[in-house]
């Protein structure tokens, strides 16, 4: 937990001190980091020890730079489950970012997906991932699907994916993809995240990718005992602090702070476009 505070510090500090700050989740200095890491490329594919849903194969162009962020933005950075490693070194990032962009799908940064959204810095998806602890066939629900690679990094974990995104089409185009790429353990759904997913609650984790200024009561209530949330809070347009929030018992939770990063605002209004 330290190891991870530190981390998201020095992260704040390069955002604070770089330039480029851009909509979504915390911009980071992922393109100064992999520029100036002594480390050398990998080239062989990480051996995983579990099923992989997505098949990687030799033809995969991105292979080597996927590996080089895992090494350098994943490992790097101070993540340290190795599941979590292994699914975002499967997890093909480049199919889930708009074409013009598919070069820049290994920078540890967002990137915009359209509709003024972006899909998440890739450590910020691995931070937010390790913390929710989840465990295969556990059941996870996540608020704003974006792209949906987040969702299709917890379904390489083996999880139960129950996702909701309020841009319509967003989320046509996240299933569409989700489905297509042989992701069936994830559920989309076209909604106002705020009221959960109740017909399917309670969920052993929730993850929300999207800033409201207060915890949506409804979320709370549908993470199981001893389940967790992680949500970043605070006001539009500004760092937000990311929040680990453990449910202890009925009535009773308890919050630890991640540290600061920066996300699209969390919204109210449903949008069919
Ligand atoms: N997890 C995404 C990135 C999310 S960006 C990915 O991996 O690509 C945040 C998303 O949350 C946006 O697509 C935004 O439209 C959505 N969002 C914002 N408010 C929401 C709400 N109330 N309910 C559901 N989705 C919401």
């Known amino acids: ?41 990998v080239s062989t594919p990480i051996e995983t020890g579990i099923p992989t849903i997505t098949p990687i194969t030799e033809e995969d162009p991105f292979l080597e730079e996927r590996q080089r962020l895992v090494e350098v933005g994943i490992i790097g950075m101070g993540i340290s489950d190795p599941l979590v490693i292994e699914a975002m ?32 810095q890739p450590y910020i998806v691995a931070l937010m991932t390790q913390e929710l602890g989840v465990h295969e066939g ?41 489905s297509a790429l042989g992701y069936e353990n994830v559920h989309v759904r076209h909604a106002d995240g705020y009221f959960g997913w109740e017909e399917e609650a309670p969920f052993d984790a929730i993850i ?11 979320l709370l209530d549908q993470v199981v005992i001893g389940g967790v949330m992680v949500i970043p809070v605070g006001p539009v347009g500004w760092f937000q602090e990311l929040w680990s929030i453990r449910r202890i018992d009925d009535a009773n939770f308890r ?7 920066q996300f699209v605002p969390f919204t ?3 949008r069919g476009e």
Request: with cysteine; proline share 7%.
């Open 268 to 270: 109210r209004e449903v």
């Open 89 to 120: 070194g499967r997890t093909p990032r480049h199919l889930f970012v708009p074409e013009e962009y598919i070069n820049l799908a290994y920078v540890n940064n967002p990137l915009p997906i359209g509709y003024g959204q972006t899909i998440s």
């Open 138 to 178: 556990d059941r996870v629900l996540e608020i704003g699907t974006g792209s949906g690679y987040q969702a299709a990094v917890l379904a390489e974990l083996g999880v139960e994916v129950f996702t909701i995104e309020i841009i319509g089409a967003l989320a046509e185009a996240a299933a569409d993809r989700l």
């Open 1 to 41: 937990m330290r190891e991870q505070l530190a981390t998201v510090m020095i992260c704040i500090l390069l955002v604070v001190v770089g330039s480029a700050v851009g909509s979504g989740c915390l911009p980071g200095n992922g393109a100064d980091l992999v520029e100036t890491s002594t480390s050398a490329p």
């Open 255 to 261: 919050s630890t702070s991640l540290g600061g990063v």
């Open 208 to 218: 929300v990718t999207a800033a409201p200024d207060h915890v949506p009561q409804p």
